[in-house]
């Protein structure tokens, strides 16, 4: 019988989860600290930043966020008055998101701050090395959906 002992610190699927999840505390601490957000909250508010009148249904795919934590994320964000919701122009069964001024308003101190903490993770790193490791993970998110769709 072949030796098949799987060592997690060479697993590469399982260091990728351990480094987010690293990066994810990082930023968590940082923007619920200076700001009063989630992680959940902060990517909604930035979906909605970079397309306006987005749905739950569209945020949940672009960030792989499961329905019912966009869902909490945007009561809280609707009750904070940072988002609004609106029906949808062509699918009146949902609804389209908005940031609010005070969200705008939001979206514009936080995002030079997640900026930020981008380049001081990054700062030990050439920025070859940056654009490298960014097109890598493009294709191994383009492989792994690949591979869910083989399942």
């Known amino acids: 019988m072949a030796d098949v002992s799987l060592r997690l610190d060479a697993f590469i699927p399982f260091r990728l989860s351990v480094t987010s999840n690293l990066v994810s505390d990082a930023i968590a601490s940082t923007y619920q600290a200076l700001f009063g957000l989630t992680i959940p909250e902060w ?13 739950q249904q569209q945020v949940g795919r672009r960030t792989r966020m499961d329905k019912v934590t966009v869902s909490r994320a945007t009561i809280a964000l609707v009750d904070r008055g940072l988002v609004d919701r609106q029906p949808h122009a062509s699918d009146r069964r949902s609804q389209s998101l908005h940031l609010t001024v005070a969200g705008h308003d939001l979206y514009a101190v936080v995002a030079p ?22 097109a890598m993970l ?3 998110q383009d492989a792994t959906l690949a591979v869910r769709q083989d399942d």
Do not use: C, M, Q, Y
């Open 43 to 55: 990517r909604l508010i930035a979906v909605i930043a970079e397309n306006e009148g987005t749905t």
């Open 138 to 140: 493009a294709r191994v």
């Open 113 to 134: 701050k997640a900026l930020e903490l981008e380049r001081r993770i990054f700062a030990g790193f050439d920025p070859e090395e940056v654009a490298a490791f960014s």
